[in-house]
């Protein structure tokens, strides 16, 4: 038995989280405990959980918040590790989540890691080149000394398929509250700065992948401006990452053209100067008013909890 939970937060996941629910209830060994956190779905979500004998734990909607509600699923837990899965990833293979586990063993100093993340057999070119770019062939253990990754990149974390270890999360009060996004990037902040190591494992894989439009692209770039803006201190104790944004811009066209879908060139540059414009405006969002920011923003609820 794997001394681990795995925690789902779930809100209408429809076929998505059914076939989610059936490779993660699929997972060898077998036997761990797997948590459902349900924000009122509308849909049969809980019912699919509660088909593969999983645990539910139901909340308002309204109550919904990225770190909080991790938090909140963190006070009955009594494992060694917790793994966050999101509703929409597809773990691939029998063995993702030992896979993932598996360098807490070899790595006794990481306390939080994340799999590899592959596009939806749905995912247009520019989610693709996203997956592929962020997520390589080769894993990594890293801290605060070493070269690789540099600066701000050392916190990158996933929130669709991670794991901690449960009395880390505890020792620095859980997932932070009242965060718009990144809380998962938080963690892995703080345990850098605790001389604590963080890992990427490549051998751990899950499908993930999202087709936003250029709108949804400058909505979440906008909340990332906010998220850096709000968690200056990261930046400032780990460095920026200057250019980041504009190898990647050029890294999608090239990878557009590689694949020979040409006609999603214009929707690329339109898609980079988007994120580059909402994020510089999230980063200034004090002198927007909450109005305009709730408006401009993606996770809006975020914004409820300011008022």
């Not at 700065?193 to 993930?208: P, S």
């Not at 190898?247 to 339109?270: D, E, M, N, T």
């Not at 510089?280 to 920011?293: E, R």
């Amino acid at each position: 038995m794997m001394n681990v939970t795995v925690v789902v937060p779930t809100y209408n996941g429809g076929k998505l989280w059914e076939e989610s629910a059936r490779r993660l209830a699929e997972q060898l060994p077998t036997s761990f405990r797997v948590k459902v956190i349900d924000s009122s779905s509308t849909d049969n979500s809980r019912e699919i959980a509660y088909s593969f004998c999983f645990e539910v734990d139901q909340i308002d909607q309204k109550d919904f918040d990225h770190g909080g509600t991790r938090s909140y699923s963190l006070e009955d837990i009594d494992t060694e590790f917790v793994v966050f899965l999101t509703q929409d990833a597809l773990l691939e293979g029998r063995k993702a989540v030992s896979n993932l586990l598996s360098v807490f063993d070899i790595e006794p100093d990481v306390v939080c890691a994340y799999g590899r993340q592959f596009p939806h057999v749905d995912a247009n070119p520019l989610a693709q080149h996203a997956r592929y770019n962020s997520y390589r062939s080769n894993g990594y253990v890293t801290s605060l000394d070493n070269e690789y990754p540099v600066g701000f990149r050392k916190t990158f974390m996933s929130n669709s398929f991670a794991a901690y270890r449960v009395d880390f999360l505890r020792s620095i009060g859980g997932f932070p509250k009242h965060l718009i996004l990144g809380e998962d990037a938080y963690v892995a902040a703080k345990a850098l700065l605790a001389d604590k190591k963080v890992a990427y494992v490549a051998g751990a894989e899950v499908r993930h992948s999202h087709n936003y439009s250029v709108i949804e692209e400058f909505q979440r770039y906008f909340d990332i401006g906010v998220f850096h803006s709000t968690q200056s201190w990261m930046i400032k104790e780990l460095g920026s990452v200057e250019g980041e944004g504009i190898k990647f811009a050029l890294g999608q066209l090239k990878f557009i053209c590689r694949q020979k879908h040409y006609r999603w060139l214009i929707v690329s540059i339109f898609t980079s100067f988007a994120k580059f414009i909402g994020y510089k405006i999230g980063k200034n969002h004090q002198c927007l008013g909450l109005s305009l920011s709730k408006r401009l923003s993606m996770y809006k609820s975020y914004w409820n909890r300011t008022e």
